[in-house]
């Protein structure tokens, strides 16, 4: 509580509270304070075990910040994290944010934030033609994984698969699916078997993530893949680095109702994985 209220103090109308109930904040964060040009909103969601035994579950939304950008941020926030244990640390990380926005506002790279909206984020006047224009990915998701797994028809045993409470928020729908995974091949067995159900099939998007726990235990098989929800996949394995779970395949599936939800879908996304990740 303390903390809130030193924050709240420091950053003022740019610090917001999204539920005091859940512990859900919001800052927007900015290169200066007259004619900003490159911002990021920080969303955290604050455990019961904060800041003693567990970290904040966070977002990063930013229409510019999206791969090599969003991954370099991330890794430096969980350094910050680590080497800060049982502390608290959220001043630490909107000042590194700040610093790292700073940076590339001085640098030499003359390019503009990408301001071109992806996923469900298109111009309201266009919502229809969206609907009418998208072509289902999913077999594309399952083709990626042959890549990486042998041709072999050899059976591989398929793992149970549980299905979490499904989210609603103004029409569209979140649903998270689980399955503990110890080789690609399970995971290729949990997607074909997932997309045999006709609702999930007919998922706006699938995105997933998986964590398997390599042979020296210090070292992990790891991939994630948006399905056409621009940096989902990799906030997802990322809230699975941070809760420190593997041997597990992660799935949430979303419905798209029609109405855009902005950052709100991530919030989604990543409450209906942490919930099953828990249960």
């Known amino acids: 509580l303390d903390e809130i209220e030193a924050l709240s103090s420091i950053y003022g109308d740019d610090w917001c509270v999204v ?9 927007k964060i900015s290169d200066c304070l007259e004619q900003p040009k490159w911002t990021v909103c920080l969303q955290v969601v604050l455990p019961p075990g ?17 791969g090599q950008d969003y991954m370099e941020l991330a890794n430096s926030l969980e350094e910050i994290y680590i080497q800060n244990l049982g502390e608290s640390i959220l001043y630490l990380w909107v000042e590194k944010i700040r610093e790292v926005l700073i940076e590339k506002a001085q640098s030499s790279d003359p390019a503009e934030p990408d301001n071109k909206k992806t996923s469900e984020e298109v ?4 919502e229809e033609d ?3 224009d998208y072509q289902p990915v999913q077999e594309e998701s ?3 994984l042959n890549f990486i797994t042998s041709e072999s ?5 398929l793992p149970l698969i549980q299905h979490g409470n499904p989210i609603t928020d103004r029409r569209s729908t979140f649903q998270a699916h689980l399955a503990p995974v110890v080789t690609p091949k399970q995971v290729k067995r949990v997607l074909e078997k997932l997309y045999e159900n006709k609702k999930i099939a007919s998922a706006t998007h699938n995105i997933y993530a998986y964590r398997i726990c390599c042979e020296d235990k210090q070292t992990f098989l790891q991939d994630c893949e948006d399905d056409g929800e621009t940096a989902a996949g990799g906030r997802l394995l990322h809230l699975m680095q941070i809760l420190n779970v593997h041997t597990v395949l992660v799935v949430v599936s979303r419905w798209y109702g029609g109405i855009l939800l902005g950052p709100d879908r991530f919030k989604h996304i990543n409450n209906c994985a942490r919930t099953i990740l828990v249960e």
Request: with cysteine; glycine share 0%.
């Open 130 to 132: 969206f609907l009418l």
């Open 123 to 126: 111009d309201e006047d266009n």
């Open 19 to 27: 539920d005091e109930d859940e512990k859900i904040y919001c800052i």
């Open 153 to 157: 028809q050899e059976d591989e045993e």
């Open 50 to 66: 904060y800041p003693t035994a567990e970290p904040p579950i966070y977002q990063l939304n930013a229409s510019w910040l999206r």
């Open 142 to 144: 399952v083709k990626m």
